[in-house]
């Protein structure tokens, strides 16, 4: 008799999620008890366990689909839950209804993000991210707060303009604006001496303030999504924005309506 594939899951990549969606329900608590600064630090280490997971995974070749779905529920919860309840206790709960609406924006809008994300795998281009990605919303939202606590900012006196960043983070991630998804960088070739140096000064920079360069750093990230398709098409459509872009268009197509339209160009 042919043997039976044994039943289970990869261990490694699912802890690593597991860590991360740890990080993102440890986020939600500290803020419940007044902890923002923690909070804010949480999702920034969920940020780096979601990071690793996917490249374990790759580099050990424990992909599964059981991974994939996991790890898309835990980024659910750790960038777009997490970010959201951080922020409306933080500096939202004195806005009423304006405030709970923009916490709401922007965990509609993570969902939408990774529901899009889910169905262009292997279609999408692997150079851009179409929308802010989720943990970089998350990043942008987190690193808002944490400079808050660093400067003694009592995030109620300046609702509104966490609402507007919330709000506003939460739109790019449903948005039609190309990210640099940095997915071609190749950590594993050489380099020359002077990038190494490089990069030490980046640890320095960021180790001296690293609520301020992390929030600086995501928010000119999230500002290169615009600037990146503004510079890139000649002529600004709506599609550019927002909704299906026309390379979605086609490949949702229905199988009869391709087939229709084949037909249409054999006849002309």
């Not at 043997?3 to 802890?15: A, T």
């Not at 304006?98 to 939408?112: K, P, Q, T």
């Not at 998804?181 to 594993?188: G, I």
């Not at 000649?234 to 197509?253: A, F, N, P, R, S």
């Amino acid at each position: 008799m042919p043997e039976q594939k044994r039943r289970g899951i990869y261990l490694l990549p699912n802890l690593l999620t597991t860590a991360g969606l740890f990080s993102g329900f440890f986020a939600i608590v500290s803020s419940m008890n007044g902890r923002f600064e923690a909070a804010a630090v949480a999702i920034f280490v969920a940020m780096i366990f979601d990071g690793l997971d996917g490249r374990v995974a790759r580099m050990t070749n424990t992909q599964s689909e059981f991974g994939a779905e996991y790890d898309s529920m835990a980024d659910m919860v750790s960038f777009g839950v997490a970010p959201a309840i951080v922020a409306y206790n933080w500096g939202l709960t004195g806005l009423g209804k304006i405030g709970w609406l923009a916490a709401f924006i922007y965990v509609a809008a993570a969902a939408l993000r990774l529901a899009r994300f889910n169905t262009q795998i292997g279609i999408a281009d692997n150079r851009y991210f179409q929308g802010l990605a989720s943990p970089a919303a998350a990043a942008l939202v987190a690193g808002l707060i944490w400079v808050g606590v660093e400067y003694d900012i009592d995030g109620q006196d300046y609702g509104i303009i966490v609402a507007i960043i919330t709000g506003v983070s939460g739109l790019l991630m449903v948005s039609n604006f190309k990210y640099n998804s940095f997915k071609e960088l190749n950590l594993s070739g050489k380099v020359p001496f002077v990038a190494l140096l490089i990069i030490m000064l980046i640890f320095v920079v960021v180790a001296t303030e690293p609520a301020l360069v992390l929030f600086i750093v995501f928010a000119l990230y999230a500002l290169a999504g615009p600037i990146n398709t503004f510079r890139t098409v000649d002529k600004l459509t709506i599609e550019d924005v927002v909704g299906d872009t026309k390379e979605q268009d086609e490949e949702c197509q229905p199988e009869e309506d391709t087939k229709t339209e084949d037909k249409k160009t054999e006849t002309k």
